[in-house]
């Protein structure tokens, strides 16, 4: 079973900067393709970000450019920097780890952004 925790969410202006973090607890964290997810108002859980074992990166098209997914597999994070925010990435972000050999992946809490314009 793993365990993740997102923070660093909060309300921010129009083209401020927030960066997202999420602690895991995984004995074998090195093996899981991570990601981050957002749901906005009335909208489904969409992709936002995600980073492989290998560290091989895609994002949206609504975010390349301005955000920015790492990950520090000593400290068990995973990392979000959003930069240029916009009102429409108003929405609660969700931490994803992907077990690629069980399939098994698992969720955190979320966390609140909120871009004021």
């Known amino acids: 079973q793993v365990q993740l925790v997102e923070s660093g969410g909060g309300l921010v202006q129009s083209g401020g900067s927030l960066r997202l973090s999420c602690a895991a607890s995984?004995?074998?964290?090195?093996?899981?393709?991570l990601g981050w997810y957002r749901q906005g108002p009335g909208k489904q859980r969409e992709l936002v970000a995600r980073i492989t074992s290998g560290g091989v990166t895609n994002y949206a098209d609504s975010v390349k450019g301005r955000f920015t997914i790492s990950r520090d597999n000593t400290k068990k994070m995973v990392y979000l920097q959003m930069n240029s925010l916009k009102p429409e990435d108003t929405a609660v972000y969700y931490c994803?780890?992907?077990?690629?050999?069980?399939?098994?992946?698992?969720w955190g809490q979320g966390t609140q952004v909120t871009v004021s314009s």
């Open positions: 995984a004995g074998n964290f090195r093996i899981y393709a």
């Open positions: 994803n780890a992907d077990n690629p050999f069980t399939r098994n992946d698992y």
